[in-house]
Structures are given as C-alpha cells and as structure tokens.
C-alpha cells in the first residue's frame, strides 16, 4: 500500500448550473479535477492562487467526464497530464458533434439518450442542450491528444483509485482519495447534489437505473463527498 495521503479541496464550489473542481494536494504535487466552463477560468485561476499556485503547478488534471461544465478549462493547462477514459471522451466529442448537425441533431441525440422521451419536457431539454452546445462546445479547450493518459490501461498517481460510474455517461469515473481519517469521494455527476432531488442544470443520465445505483454506490464509498453539483459534504450530518 502506498503511503502517499492526498488531500483534497474545493477550487470551485459547484451549484446548480456549474460543476465543482477540486484540488488534490500530496506535498508539492498537485492534481485538478475538473476544470468548469470558460467563463470561469478567470475563477479557477483565482482560485489556485489563493493556494501559491499557478496552473504550471498542477502536474495533472482528472476530467470525471467531457461533459461542457466538466472541461472547458483544461486547455488553461497545456503542459499537464489529462486522465480520463477514452471512453467518456469519446462519447461525448461524438455526442456534441451530432448536436451541431444543424440537419439531423433531434435524430441523432437519441442514440446517446435513448431514455429522453420518459422524462418531462424532453423536447424543451433537447434544444436547450443544444443551445449550450452551440453556445459552448469547444473542443481545443478540452486539451490536446497528446496530454490524455486514458484510464482503461493508465492508472491515478499512488494514493488515488478511481470507481467507474457510468450511470450518468459511459465510462465517467469518481475518484476515491483515502485521506488519513477517513475516505473522501470525488463523485462527478455520479452524485449531482447532497439532495438527492435537487434540480441542476445538466444532462439527464444516460442510463436512470444504473446512475440511481452509481450515486447510492459512490456513497457508500467514502464520508466526505465532493458532489458534481453542490458543494461537500459529510454523510452523517455536518
Ligand atoms: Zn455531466
């Protein structure tokens, strides 16, 4: 077992309509996960420095998942590390293309969300992630290729281990971290918020029944919870 203890802290406090990134710190070694959108990157960069750090500090970033709230400031790092699955990266490149065919897009979007029509106001959720799409979808603020170091055969840096969740997109990842008193998850959109009916403003799940399940399972991995979209909190009350 390694003996290296990571700790983590909020960068940005995720709401609603942003997501959280967190800052996981093992002496002078330094990791991001998730960036947020790029309106906020004048936030991140705040953020970091209210820790003596600037982005060339960061050796690497954790992207959850290529969701647009998840990664637009990963381009704010061009000489670190990116670990992601191929797999979420890929989905989702191929999900926000198909939403920019200006012909086809309704048609399209179904293969990624074949549960859309069982919820409410699907059609309304449609365009408006498309909007989003056309008004943020970026893909040079993702990184480039050479920065991915895809989880499917890379694993964390010592001390971290990831717990794959793709109830919410195929291949999304939770990093677990086991700080010295207890285990922190930093769940991405596996667990949205601390209320479990809280409404934000991100994708519907890919799949309900397995993201109902990821959220119970990245709970019950960890006390201190990093939600995608809320800030942290503790199971058992504080
Ligand atoms: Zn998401």
């Known amino acids: 077992m390694a003996s290296s203890k990571w700790k983590a802290d909020t960068l940005l406090p995720g709401s609603w309509r942003n997501a959280t990134s967190v800052l996981l710190s093992n002496g002078d070694r330094y990791l991001v996960v998730d960036t947020g ?14 820790h ?26 061009p000489d670190s590390i990116i670990y992601a699955t191929q797999e979420s990266h890929d989905w989702c490149c191929s999900l926000y293309s ?27 959720h449609l ?5 989003f799409t056309l008004r943020w979808w970026d893909r040079k603020r993702v990184g480039s290729p050479g920065q991915h170091r895809w989880l499917e055969s890379n694993s964390l840096p ?7 969740t793709s109830g919410h997109v195929p291949g999304h990842v939770s990093v ?3 700080e010295k008193d207890e285990t922190t998850v930093v769940a991405g959109d596996a667990c949205l918020s601390r209320s479990e009916d809280v409404q934000v403003l991100t ?3 890919r799949d309900r029944e397995q993201s109902r399940l990821d959220r119970e ?3 019950s991995l960890g006390t201190r919870i990093f939600p995608g979209h809320d800030v942290e909190f503790r199971k058992n009350g504080n």
């Open 52 to 77: 003596g750090l600037s982005p060339s500090n960061v050796e690497g970033i954790i992207t959850t998942h290529f969701h647009i709230d998840h990664v637009l400031n990963n381009s704010l790092f």
């Open 217 to 219: 399972k990245v709970l």
């Open 158 to 164: 010592d001390g971290l281990e990831i717990h794959v």
């Open 203 to 205: 994708m519907i799940p």
């Open 127 to 131: 365009h408006q992630m498309r909007k």
């Open 176 to 178: 677990i971290v086991p």
């Open 37 to 50: 959108m790029a309106h906020e990157e004048h936030l991140l960069v705040e953020a970091l420095s209210q």
């Open 98 to 124: 198909d939403l920019m065919d200006s012909q086809n897009w309704e048609k399209l979007v179904l293969k990624y969300y074949p549960q859309m029509f069982e919820y409410d106001h699907a059609v309304e």
